[in-house]
């Protein structure tokens, strides 16, 4: 008897537990996360990162897309799990999507939009070659501390209309093995592509001639032991003037053609050569950023897929509109490449803009011709600067250091120069020593900082300071200032 009655009691006991527990489950709230509502895809496809779903009931992924879209998950228990999405190629022509809908047995449901662009030009990467890593030893980092001083050959092969078309001469080694002799150790070669230099504009194919021109120059620069730093320039503003959604894909798939033909050219050439994706990308918020990033990240892939030395080449990102500040701000994210230690970041020094390069007195300022502690002019106080002097520069450099240069990424200072308007210049100061004294303390400032800081400067030259049909000085003061800066 005493045995029933404890039978009974513990019998009661579990029936009381699981109406308490069913209650409970009955009470608790339908839930149904997903970590991303949407996942997108370039071309030639590939995996996603993994998406967690989380849930309180067991979940299935309805995928309208199966011909082209596989899921390494459709479905799912209660709790925390993980699926990922991967894409085939997409040679349609044209873009194409997807809604998926995650459906719990709880009631709840949410939706995850995949998108994936099309191929809208040829894929000139028709011959990769095996990753060469012969001659390409060097770190980002390492090869920074090679280049201490370089130049700008401007306004010369980005020249709208051809090299000679804005005045300047034809490169020629003569005037490379010049650069090197008057003490400089690199160059940059703004470029130009698509304005006036393709074959075939609907395909967006490079003139072969171009190509070879270009890699004759570069040519010249290596075989004299010199670092090259080649870009896509302004060409026309097919990047820079196009950084929104409305203009992504069309864009990356611009930045993909190009740089496929560009690096194939290229290939062979050791570590001397160094590509940069761009040139002044404006960006000004976080989403112009994150598109921006996509055509940084275009570019890398571009080089590197077409491997050989182009696996290892250290490749330069430029920060939102090259500037230090909007970098700092900004570029929360350096733009992701498999091959480690192999970034620059590139911005660009025009401070205080009225001093380095305005040459009319505008609506928001006037034209300043003197700068710097102890140059500023009693003959003419309204042509001294307002802003913009060395707390602003150090300020900057600040930045860039604590930014990027002491986390071992690079700063590549790409284009800084301060006009010196007694050359060519429509408005002439009235202290003209002063003048001549303020531009060249600007430029050994930058410099020196630039060295304090771990900074690559290039130096705007677009043939005022440097004779390019003589090879000879024509600006010895200027060349004095760059060379005092990196004692």
Not at 182 to 190: D, E, M, W
Not at 207 to 229: F, G, H, P, S, T
Request: one cysteine or more; hydrophobic letters at 35%; proline letters at 4%.
């Amino acid at each position: 008897m005493k045995h029933k009655f404890l039978y009974q009691m513990l019998l009661l006991f579990m029936i009381s537990a699981s109406s308490f527990s069913c209650s409970k489950n009955a009470d608790e709230e339908p839930f149904l996360t997903v970590s991303s509502e949407s996942v997108s895809f370039m071309p030639e496809g590939g995996t996603s990162e993994p998406i967690t779903i989380e849930a309180n009931s067991k979940w299935t992924i309805t995928n309208s897309a199966s011909s082209w879209l596989q899921l390494s998950k459709l479905s799912g228990a209660q709790g925390t799990d993980k699926t990922t999405f991967t894409a085939s190629a997409n040679n349609s022509g044209v873009s194409r999507s997807a809604v998926l809908t995650v459906t719990a047995d709880n009631g709840q449901a949410r939706r995850i939009t995949v998108t994936q662009t099309a191929n809208l030009y040829p894929s000139y990467n028709i011959s990769p070659k095996a990753p060469d890593a012969a001659g390409m030893s060097s770190t980002a980092s390492e090869l920074a501390s090679k280049m201490t001083l370089g130049i700008n050959i401007g306004n010369t092969m980005e020249a709208l209309g051809g090299e000679t078309a804005w005045g300047n001469e034809k490169i020629t080694e003569e005037y490379i093995k010049f650069l090197k002799n008057s003490g400089f150790t690199a160059v940059r070669i703004p470029c130009s592509w698509v304005n006036g230099y393709l074959s075939d504009a609907s395909k967006m194919k490079i003139d072969q001639a171009w190509l070879n021109r270009v890699k004759e120059v570069i040519q010249y620069c290596v075989n004299n032991d010199m670092y090259v730093m080649l870009n896509i320039h302004w060409d026309g503003g097919w990047l820079d003037e196009n950084i929104s959604l409305a203009k992504k894909e069309v864009t990356n798939a611009k930045q993909k053609a190009l740089w496929e033909q560009i690096a194939t050219t290229m290939r062979e050439f050791d570590e001397h050569l160094i590509f940069a994706g761009s040139n002044e990308p404006p960006a000004d918020d976080a989403q112009e950023m994150e598109i921006l990033n996509s055509y940084h990240e275009t570019f890398i892939k571009a080089v590197r897929e077409t491997g050989g030395k182009n696996s290892y080449r250290t490749l330069v990102v430029q920060g939102p509109s090259t500037n230090a500040g909007l970098s700092y701000e900004l570029m929360n994210k350096i733009p992701y490449d498999a091959v480690p230690n192999r970034l620059m970041v590139e911005v660009h020094e025009y401070t205080p803009s009225q001093f380095c390069f305005l040459d009319e007195d505008v609506s928001w300022g006037k034209m300043v011709f003197y700068w710097g502690t102890g140059n500023h002019s009693t003959l003419e106080p309204d042509r001294n600067p307002t802003y913009g002097e060395e707390d602003a520069i150090l300020e900057s450099f600040r930045k860039l250091k604590e930014k990027f240069v002491s986390k071992g990424i690079p700063v590549v200072l790409g284009e800084y120069a301060a006009m010196r308007r007694t050359i060519n210049g429509k408005h002439q100061p009235k202290d003209i020593a002063l003048h001549n004294k303020s531009v060249d303390y600007w430029t050994t400032f930058v410099t020196r900082q630039c060295k304090i800081n771990g900074v690559v400067p290039f130096y705007w030259e677009v043939g005022n300071v440097i004779d390019r049909k003589n090879n000879a000085i024509r600006d010895q003061a200027m060349v004095t200032a760059l060379k005092e800066g990196i004692k």
